[in-house]
């Protein structure tokens, strides 16, 4: 079995009509489902992903107004890379967050690939990468009903980076349970540090990497708005999620076992330094309850909670996604 790379990551927002107007205005990307907290059903839950609400491609976020920041440490999720197609493209973005004031590096080598740096209102740290013709899990389709010319979109998640005290705990997880191949390295740029460390899974590429910063000297992050919940890796149907689950639980870590989210089946679980991962099926997708054209025009609930959706949009706080 072999994961297919990264299928969504989850972060944390305090004003869902920020961050809406953040991606889908400012970074182009498409909201693809508006739904609920499946585990707190009087939260929002937003995805933003490629034209198709495709696997790999999805940004999701928790809405909880009024949430405290994030106080930034280890054990955690730190950067979340984002893909578009070329270096011309970063190109483009470094005029556009100017244009916009948004906080940004300048274009930098990343595991030798050109990236821009960038944060959201909110202080996500963020990462556009190049894939410049590289080979490697497939991109997505930009979406192309916004100002952000098609050719510059963002096509898909590209690596997750994780600062951890030690890397060998969750090195070893990645590689001897999950089944990643340790890649090379590259120079960390925060200072007097180890070489980030570089593990690929799948068919390799910019969407199938899980990047390791080591930083002994921090303190574990306390998880706030703009922080990551989560990172989910691809797995490909229910079939084999089901191999997965027994093997997660062969290995005595504590989990959550089979999850129906009913556009994807998952399983949770946190590697030794305490990160929480995610395996998610490819299938059924987002369009099983909405056509690929109206994806996110409506509030979505999985059937389960649909004989709910009374008394849960009763409880949900008016929100308005001017689109």
Not at 51 to 56: D, I, L, R, T, V
Not at 255 to 271: C, T
């Amino acid at each position: 079995m072999n994961l297919l790379g990264i299928h969504h990551v989850s972060i944390l927002t305090g004003k869902a009509e920020r961050n809406f107007e953040f991606y889908t205005k400012i970074l182009g990307m498409r909201l693809v489902k508006k739904s609920v907290n499946q585990d707190e059903t009087s939260t929002y839950h937003l995805f933003y992903g490629d034209a198709k609400g495709s696997p790999g491609t999805e940004l999701t976020f928790f809405d909880i107004p009024g949430l405290g920041h994030t106080y930034p440490g280890v054990s955690s999720i730190t950067s979340t890379s984002l893909r578009v197609k070329t270096t011309e493209a970063l190109e483009y973005w470094q005029k556009r967050f100017e244009a916009y004031n948004v906080e940004h590096e300048e274009i930098k080598k990343r595991a030798n690939r050109d990236t821009l740096a960038f944060q959201d209102f909110e202080g996500t740290q963020l990462i556009l990468v190049a894939d410049n013709g590289e080979e490697g899990v497939a991109a997505g389709e930009a979406w192309d009903e916004t100002e952000v010319p098609k050719e510059y979109g963002i096509v898909g998640l590209g690596p997750v980076l994780l600062r951890v005290r030690s890397s060998k705990p969750t090195a070893k997880v990645l590689q001897d349970v999950l089944g990643f191949r340790y890649a090379g390295s590259y120079p960390s740029l925060e200072g007097d540090f180890p070489d980030v460390e570089v593990y690929t899974t799948g068919e390799g590429g910019a969407g199938a990497e899980v990047h390791i910063q080591t930083r002994p000297d921090l303190s574990p992050e306390k998880l706030g708005r703009g922080g990551v919940h989560h990172v989910a890796f691809r797995v490909p149907d229910e079939d084999e999620h089901a191999e997965w689950v027994k093997r997660i639980q062969q290995t005595g870590m504590m989990n959550s076992g089979k999850v129906d989210r009913f556009y994807f089946k998952a399983l949770y679980f946190r590697e030794p330094n305490g990160i929480l991962f995610e395996l998610s099926t490819d299938t059924p997708g987002f369009d099983i309850d909405e056509s690929v054209e109206a994806l996110g025009e409506n509030l979505s609930l999985p059937p389960f909670l649909e004989k709910n959706r009374e008394e849960i949009e009763k409880k949900l706080r008016p929100l308005t996604l001017d689109s």
